[in-house]
């Protein structure tokens, strides 16, 4: 039973509103046509798909590694002093060279390179940083090892200025590290005053760097540092594969297995932006789900939302499964 429990609270708080951070941008990057990436924040910070990436819906947008990117606001890290910045990402082979995943900031037009502005790259190793000048001003984030290919990798960065500054880098949802090394850490906001032009996904702010060769969905930008249960929310499991209708396999799932990849395979689109009724599942991998609400008169257990006025709501939504008489509260 024990073991099933950090699985319960990732999926506990993946159904409940943001409470550390707001959401300013959200580019899930699903669009099938047209150029413009749909902010579905409710900031209206939409992106444009620049020189036709290839729009492949739930699998994200294609970015060629030769000139695709995504262009987004100008002037996005304007004010802030903290943030949270995620991405899903899956990086071709063909991927070489020095490259940016993402980068926030601006280009000096003399020399091409980038001057004041945040990162993050795969290779040679994956690595977040930030700085308020020059490369070799970056705080940064350095593992020991690139972003693997072929598979979709969420990557979360989170910079903190004040209190002596604070970066955190996060695979899959999971902390690996903070800063490594010691030069100061740069409020956002205050990469030159807040104005900033070459805000790219899939490009980076070094005219001469390679484009991302790689699929990319998921862009979220949150004003604050999100708490380790919602940066483990901000990674989807991979859709598992099908069960089969007969199964093969003659040793059965122990029950407190099943139900805990019932409870964890639940999933709310935009749970963490709530604007309209929810769609709560009645069931998750075979078994019943009943549903709790912390606060009915904002979400009912049938997903009936009542919006509250001039205020942001938390809400803590419950999930229960059971099976063979095995009760799991997801929140108990
Ligand atoms: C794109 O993502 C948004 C937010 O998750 C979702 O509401 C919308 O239905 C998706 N659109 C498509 C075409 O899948």
Do not use: C
């Amino acid at each position: 039973m024990h073991s099933s429990k950090s699985a319960l609270l990732a999926a506990l708080a993946s159904l409940a509103a943001t409470a550390q951070g707001r959401l300013l941008i959200h580019l899930p990057l699903n669009e099938t046509s047209g150029t413009r990436a749909n902010d579905w924040s409710g900031s209206n910070l939409h992106g444009t798909y620049v020189n036709g990436p290839q729009l492949q819906g739930s699998n994200g947008a294609r970015l060629d590694g030769v000139n695709d990117y995504i262009q987004l606001p100008n002037n996005i890290l304007r004010n802030l002093g903290s943030l949270t910045a995620s991405i899903e990402v899956n990086i071709r082979p063909e991927q070489t060279g020095q490259y940016f995943v993402y980068g926030l900031g601006n280009t000096a037009r003399e020399t091409g390179f980038g001057y004041g502005y945040l990162f993050a790259t795969g290779d040679p190793q994956l690595r977040v940083g930030i700085t308020p000048t020059h490369w070799d001003f970056e705080a940064e984030v350095r593992t020991n090892r690139p972003l693997p290919r072929n598979i979709w990798k969420t990557i979360t960065f989170t910079i903190e200025a004040a209190n002596g500054g604070r970066l955190g880098l996060y695979d899959d949802g999971r902390y690996i590290a903070g800063r490594t090394n010691t030069l100061p850490i740069t409020a956002p906001g205050l990469i030159n005053s807040g104005a900033t032009v070459n805000n790219y996904i899939g490009r980076s702010v070094f005219q001469l760097d390679k484009y991302l060769a790689g699929s990319v969905r998921n862009f979220r930008l949150y004003d604050n540092v999100l708490s380790a249960n919602e940066i483990a929310a901000l990674h989807r499991p991979q859709t598992q594969p099908t069960q089969p209708t007969q199964p093969t396999n003659p040793t059965q799932p122990r029950p407190e297995d099943r139900v805990t990849t019932a409870l964890t395979s639940i999933s709310i689109p935009n749970s963490d932006n709530i604007r309209g009724n929810i769609n709560l599942p009645a069931t998750s991998n075979g078994l019943a789900i009943r549903w709790e609400t912390s606060d009915s008169s904002v979400v009912r257990v049938n997903g009936l939302v009542t919006r509250p006025v001039g205020r942001d709501a938390t809400v803590v939504l419950t999930a229960r499964v059971s099976t063979d008489g095995l009760l799991l509260p997801l929140l108990g």
